[in-house]
Nanobody, 119 residues
Framework: QVQLVESGGGLVQAGGSLRLSCAAS????????MAWFRQAPGKEREFVTS????????YYTDSVKGRFTISRDNAKNTVYLQMNNLQPEDTAVYYC????????????WGQGTQVTVSS
């Protein structure tokens, strides 16, 4: 099993920044990559960004490109999401997720952390 714990959410004004962290524990050596998803009120959960442990390859949804940056610290089994120039539409619960291989679904999920951006 893999356990994921997010932290770093909060309330910020539009144009501000936040950094989320996701600490992985357990059988982390089995995981291939990590991702951040978000779910806004009344909307479906959506993919935000992902990164692979070995190569550090990253992918971003178009709406966050140039504003969000995902990174990882392999020694700490931790993934970060630096969010700059936050906008009210970024308000959501942000979830960290892990998958076991390329192309597989995300199997492990954190409990989520709330990000609220005021206008």
């Amino acid at each position: 099993q893999v356990q994921l714990v997010e932290s770093g959410g909060g309330l910020v004004q539009a144009g501000g920044s936040l950094r989320l962290s996701c600490a992985a524990s357990g059988r982390t050596f089995r995981t291939y990559g990590m991702a951040w998803f978000r779910q806004a009120p009344g909307k479906e959960r959506e993919f935000v960004t992902s990164i692979t442990w070995s190569t550090g390859n990253t992918y971003y949804t178009d709406s966050v490109k140039g504003r969000f940056t995902i990174s990882r610290d392999n020694a700490k089994n931790t993934v970060y999401l630096q969010m700059n120039n936050l906008q009210p539409e970024d308000t959501a619960v942000y979830y960290c997720a892990a998958r076991l291989s390329t192309g597989s679904s995300y199997t492990y999920w954190g409990q989520g952390t709330q990000v609220t951006v005021s206008s």
